[in-house]
């Protein structure tokens, strides 16, 4: 079975794109691949809690830049797209 490879903006809501944020970096990565997806509803086994300090974040994606980019969805705040550069295994 082949994997597609996948996108920043195909594995995240459509607001990361379709919001007035084209001057953000989460926008400006957008088009970056995606090396490895994380989300609580899906894969529950082998689900890593996001590693950043945000307490809202279920679903997030590592890129192959070295970056992740998670989709807080804070009750209180309304959603946000954190970013956070992951640290080099060893």
């Known amino acids: 079975m082949i994997k597609k490879i996948k996108t920043l903006k195909e594995v995240m809501p459509k607001e990361l794109v379709d919001r007035d944020c084209d001057k953000t970096m989460v926008y400006k990565m957008k088009d970056i691949v995606v090396v490895k997806e ?53």
């Open 38 to 90: 994380h989300c609580s509803l899906i894969d529950q086994d082998e689900y890593q809690d996001w590693p950043g300090t945000h307490k809202n974040v279920y679903s997030w994606a590592e890129l192959e830049n070295g970056y992740a980019v998670g989709w807080n969805e804070n009750p209180a705040k309304g959603w946000s797209f954190p970013i956070l550069k992951m640290k080099e295994e060893k």
